[in-house]
């Protein structure tokens, strides 16, 4: 791969993550003003979110100018170097905060000073996972401060919430999150779980359910019921779109498991706000193609 | 929909109520974490006439600089709890009559509203480029130094829509969410 072509298709995929929202969350989003009553702050809050995705779509301006931290997940052939490609996925979010459709949004914690790139310890969040075939798949999302402050991660059994090691112990997490949210994190969300892992684990794989799309489906038939039901009761705590009080209280509900050690059950909880920025580049000898 | 033209008064903020569908015209500035900290802490004498009777903005925008002059680029509000320690100072020293941001605020200042005369209107999140739309004019930055999501951004804005979710009379559209999702959460985990 050419790192001058890799660079320039890398910044067209954050251009589109950041300015065009997919289209299943688009349909949710439609989905949500229809049932929400007419001359209600919820029905206002949906036609202002519906409205302000066509003018990033048409301007080709940031959904939102929090442009969040950038989660790379990249699916890469099996032995394939790797530090070019960082360094190519590095040079584009510089080009890509220069050009606006990132806000400069990497601070030193221990300065306070932004680096005015996005560039920074930490900052992009690479994952590269091996893969048998001879693609290449880069999945970015952007992730925002205001839903990752929504965030949160539990201990099971966690006796607050009579919340046992168990499926229906994730169930009491996920209710209490949202309710504890409110409309905080930009909701109606989309609510991204771990059931195990580790501390750090849980809650990064927890964050990748947010690539997934709104209407697929667990291939685990016990967390595909969980996730329904989850979305449906959510729902029922009525909340609303930005914590107005209404319908829609979450687009979905996204649950992924992991091994765990004997002694902990971690429920992660990673929330994604309704401007759910995600883009897919899959790059196939010197085919690109962009899926959202 | 209510025109609000600002600088305003104290009569038309408590004529407010929750649920009131506004439309600002005027200057606004924006104020987040190191801004409010540094309101509180220096308390400087500058910012007084720019705030006077004016609205604060919750938010770090995403500005352009074309050949020295800004614009707004994308501008949707930041989360407000996070001002919570301070708001209630505010609206006293710089006499401030609303606050726009999202997910409302505490009952600090909830109270100061009242005392005070002032309210809070929440924007909706991530209508970023809808809201850049209704900022016509960048008329001056300060504290640049805090970084551009930091500064405090002076702007000219026609027609910035936002509901009244806290008013200054003690009403609080959050808290009523609040008590209503309590119940329908203690529902479901009977």
């Known amino acids: 791969m050419n790192s001058k072509d890799l660079e320039s298709n890398l910044l067209e995929l954050i251009r589109r993550t950041s300015t065009v929202l997919p289209p299943d969350v688009v349909d949710a989003l439609k989905a949500g003003y229809r049932r929400e009553k007419a001359g209600t702050a919820a029905k206002t809050a949906f036609k202002s979110m519906l409205s302000s995705t066509e003018l990033s779509l048409r301007d080709s301006v940031p ?55 996005n560039l920074g310890e930490g900052a992009p969040v690479l994952y590269f996972h091996p893969w048998k075939k001879k693609s290449w798949e880069f999945n970015l999302m952007l992730k925002g401060g205001g839903s990752e402050n929504c965030g949160i991660q539990y201990k099971l059994p966690d006796g607050k919430l009579n919340a046992g090691r168990d499926l229906d112990g994730v169930y009491k997490c996920v209710l209490d ?30 964050k990748q359910q947010a690539m997934r799309k709104l209407d697929d489906k667990n291939p685990d038939p016990e967390l595909a019921k969980l996730e329904a039901k989850l979305t449906r009761d959510c729902n029922k705590l009525g909340i609303g779109p930005m914590g ?3 319908k829609t209280t979450v687009l979905g509900v996204k649950i992924g498991a992991l091994h765990r050690l004997p002694a902990c059950y971690f429920v992660s909880i990673a929330y994604m706000c309704w401007s759910c920025r995600r883009c897919t580049m899959v790059i196939s000898g010197d085919r690109v193609k962009y899926v959202q | 929909m ?17 649920g009131d569908e506004v439309l600002l015209n005027g200057t606004i500035v924006t104020a987040r974490d190191a801004a409010h900290k540094y309101m509180i ?34 501008a949707g509000p930041t989360t407000s709890i996070r001002e919570e320690p301070y708001e209630a100072d505010i609206f006293r020293i710089y006499k401030v009559r609303a606050v726009i941001g999202k997910g409302g605020m505490g009952q600090k200042t909830l109270d100061a509203c009242k005392k005070y005369g002032a309210v809070y209107l929440h924007a909706t999140g991530g209508c970023a480029a809808e809201i850049a739309c209704a900022m016509e004019e960048v008329l001056e930055v300060r504290k640049l130094e805090f970084g551009t999501p930091e500064a405090f951004w002076v702007i000219r804005v026609k027609d910035f829509p936002c509901t009244v979710t806290m008013d200054s009379h003690g009403q609080s559209l959050h808290e009523k969410v609040l008590d209503d999702s309590l119940r329908n959460l203690k529902k479901l985990t009977v």
């Open chain 2, 2 to 18: 209510i025109r609000i033209d600002l600088p305003t008064d104290e009569k038309t903020i408590r004529s407010l109520k929750i």
């Open chain 1, 244 to 246: 107005f009080g209404g």
């Open chain 1, 177 to 206: 999150a949202v309710w504890q949210a409110q409309g905080k994190g930009c909701g109606p969300g989309v609510i991204c779980v771990c059931a195990g892992g580790n501390r750090d684990t849980g809650m990064a794989f927890a």
């Open chain 1, 63 to 117: 959904l939102c100018q929090d442009t969040g931290a950038l989660v790379w997940h990249i699916h890469y052939p099996d032995g394939e170097p790797l530090l070019a490609v960082e360094k190519a996925i590095e040079k584009a979010i510089a080009k890509a905060t220069g050009k606006y459709f990132l806000r400069p949004n990497a601070v030193d914690s221990i300065s306070g000073k932004n680096s005015g790139n």
């Open chain 2, 41 to 74: 802490s220096e308390k400087p004498k500058d910012l007084e006439p720019l705030l006077k009777n004016g609205v604060i903005y919750h938010c770090g925008p995403i500005v352009k600089n074309e050949k020295g002059v800004w614009s707004i680029v994308s």
